[in-house]
């Protein structure tokens, strides 16, 4: 039985927590999609590409959930970081999961210098 998006998220947070790239990485599908104003991420490879860098950015980081609302496969979360090196205070992401992974990420932050 696939995982339902709110395991997903429980694990992928936990894992973020952690700062264990291998296990968030477990939570997106093969052919995930990462979407960022930068452009985007696709697949294993370069979301661990991107999210070393992020958590490289801010080591240390305390994450705050300030809402998670899901509906159905979708989950609108927005969050705060802080680090000895900084925070973001203003971000939003977007999950769609299937088949009990994440199959697109969007995420929209500002990374605050100490």
Do not use: C, N
């Not at 952690?18 to 991420?41: H, N």
């Not at 991107?50 to 609302?69: D, I, S």
């Not at 088949?99 to 995420?107: A, C, E, P």
Request: hydrophobic share 50%; net charge negative; aromatic share 8%.
């Amino acid at each position: 039985m696939a995982r339902t998006p709110q395991d997903v998220f429980a694990a992928h947070a936990s894992a973020l927590a952690a700062g264990d790239i291998g296990r968030i990485l477990e939570d997106y599908s093969d052919d995930a999609v990462l979407l960022t104003a930068d452009g985007p991420f696709h697949g294993h490879k370069a979301i661990g590409e991107f999210l070393t860098a992020a958590l490289g950015a801010l080591p240390e980081a305390e994450f705050t959930v300030g809402a998670a609302v899901f509906e159905g496969d979708a989950l609108l979360l927005v969050w705060s970081v802080t680090s000895p090196k900084g925070k973001i205070t203003d971000a939003v992401d977007t999950f769609v999961f299937a088949d009990g992974k994440i199959r697109l990420q969007t995420t929209v932050f500002h990374v605050e210098p100490a």
